[in-house]
């Protein structure tokens, strides 16, 4: 099944770095994201890789992997890789797909493209991570060091 635009939205609004982006804001990143069904048996990425792409799982099952051991398994309405859009880390798992699933694909340059278009994605982008990032440290807005 192929979702609309909104639907794909509605599936990134899951993802904790995009979950404060307005709607319909949001809308301007689904459109560039594509979807795909991936067979059991196939890598969305390995271990090692470089980043790339955001892999949100809108159906089936994906076993995370680490030095050929499996440590977690994700599930329709979790992501995959969702720091590969920010940095330039390796990939520290690979993701095997052992349910036929259908993902949500973003790849980095399309984001970079969306966000250098809209600058009000930007903004409500920056302004959700530096609010999860005084979450993470313990800091409330307008404190600082």
């Avoid at 770095?17 to 804001?25: N, R």
């Avoid at 720091?83 to 949500?104: K, Q």
């Avoid at 959700?128 to 600082?144: C, F, P, Q, Y």
Wanted: charged share 30%; hydrophobic share 45%.
């Amino acid at each position: 099944m192929i979702r609309t635009t909104v639907e794909r939205a509605v599936a990134l609004r899951k993802v904790d770095a995009f979950s404060k982006v307005p709607i319909d804001q949001l809308a301007h990143v689904a459109a560039a994201a594509r979807e795909e069904g991936c067979p059991a048996g196939s890598c969305l990425f390995r271990e090692g890789e470089p980043p790339g792409s955001l892999f949100i799982i809108l159906e089936g099952r994906v076993a995370l992997e680490r030095e050929g051991r499996e440590f977690a398994e994700a599930v329709a309405g979790e992501a995959l890789g969702t720091w590969s859009l920010f940095d330039d880390h390796p990939r520290r798992a690979t993701a095997r797909v052992v349910e036929d699933a259908r993902v949500l694909v973003l790849d980095r340059d399309d984001f970079y493209e969306v966000l250098s278009e809209n600058i009000e994605v930007l903004r409500s982008l920056v302004k959700n991570l530096v609010t999860r990032l005084h979450e993470l440290t313990g800091l409330t807005t307008g404190e600082s060091r």
